[in-house]
């Protein structure tokens, strides 16, 4: 089984300090406070800048979210993004997670995701929207054969 990849947004200390250094070496470089331009430095900057950015692209699977919204790209190459005042209904089945918005009807495919993720996925949407969730999924038992 895949794992989704949760990630929250918000300013942490590595975020807030590869930003400034990024700022530093960007302004450092292009010879805007000394005489010195240098454009290893420029791309040092904005290097750190892309490194940071694509972070959304390393995992196949991936949720990041905030106080307002979400963003989930699972078995895809692009993603939605949700704002959590706009989902009205969340129905979860074996295959598929059905977010009902205001007008609008998106539909996620869970093929071959982890049931945990999937639970905290649907967790995520209840618990920051005043979403109605439905879930439809039926709990497989295995036997032993004696």
Known sequence: MKRIRFEK???NWYRVAALIFAIVFIVL????LANFNSAILIIIGFG???F?????FWYKNYVKSNTK???IR????LGKAFN??????????????????????HIISLHRIDRNDIDD???????NSDAEYVSEVMHEQFYKKS
Not at 29 to 32: A, M
Request: net charge negative.
């Open 121 to 127: 996925l649907a967790d995520l949407l209840i618990d």
């Open 84 to 105: 959590f005042n706009d989902i009205i209904k969340v129905k979860v089945t074996s295959q598929e997670m059905i977010i009902t918005l205001k007008g609008t009807v």
């Open 9 to 11: 947004f918000s300013l």
């Open 29 to 32: 470089g292009s010879g805007i």
């Open 74 to 77: 699972i078995n895809s190459s």
């Open 69 to 71: 919204g979400v963003y």
């Open 48 to 50: 750190i800048i892309i």
């Open 52 to 56: 940071e950015l694509s972070r959304l």
